[in-house]
């Protein structure tokens, strides 16, 4: 979402949290907690384009954000922030968004999704990691937004999922 399509309130809210500005490191950085934050604040943040960061990266050295998109997501192993451009091409204000993942159950799917997990063997695991990785790296070089990323990736999944189904009958019949 860029800047002009969010409400002024909402605007105001979002360059007023407690960032770092100009910091080195993401160990350096402020802290907010993402349930302290205002329920329509927090849809807002989640529109923002995300990017895979290493924990290690020179912030300061990250030159090629687009300048018309003030805000980003910046991701690394699980842990979130909330980057405001402020117009640069650079993360110029960062906080850390924590339990930013706490709390999603998913509709009640989360005793399923450790289920399914615990049965996944660590190879196809790191395998299946990979593959998502690769594909959200191409789907954010074609400028595909979040949202529709996972809409696409959503898609791909279960007609996959049907296929398989479909050429392997045996499966799932005792549902």
């Known amino acids: 979402m ?13 360059i007023r949290l407690n960032y770092s500005r100009k910091e080195n490191d993401l160990g350096s950085v402020n802290s907010i907690n993402w349930f302290d934050l205002d329920p329509e604040l927090r849809d807002v943040i989640l529109t923002f384009p995300d990017r895979h960061v290493e924990f290690d990266v020179d912030l300061m050295s990250i030159e090629d954000l687009e300048r018309e998109q003030q805000f980003y997501l910046f991701v690394n192993q699980g842990n979130v922030y909330l980057v405001d451009t402020q117009g640069y091409t650079y993360p110029r204000y960062v906080v850390e968004l924590e339990g930013f993942d706490d709390g999603i159950d998913y509709d009640g799917e989360s005793e399923l999704i450790d289920r399914g997990t615990g049965i996944t063997r660590i190879a196809d695991q790191e395998v299946f ?6 594909l959200c790296h191409d789907l954010s070089e074609e400028g595909f ?3 529709d990323a ?26």
Request: one cysteine or more; a neutral charge.
């Open 150 to 175: 996972l809409i696409f990736l959503q898609a791909l999944l279960d007609h996959k999922f049907d296929c398989v189904v479909e050429s392997r009958k045996y499966l799932f019949q005792q549902q």
């Open 145 to 147: 937004h979040k949202k």
């Open 2 to 14: 860029k800047v002009e399509e969010i409400k002024e309130n909402i605007y105001e809210k979002l």
């Open 129 to 134: 990691e990979n593959c998502i990785a690769n």
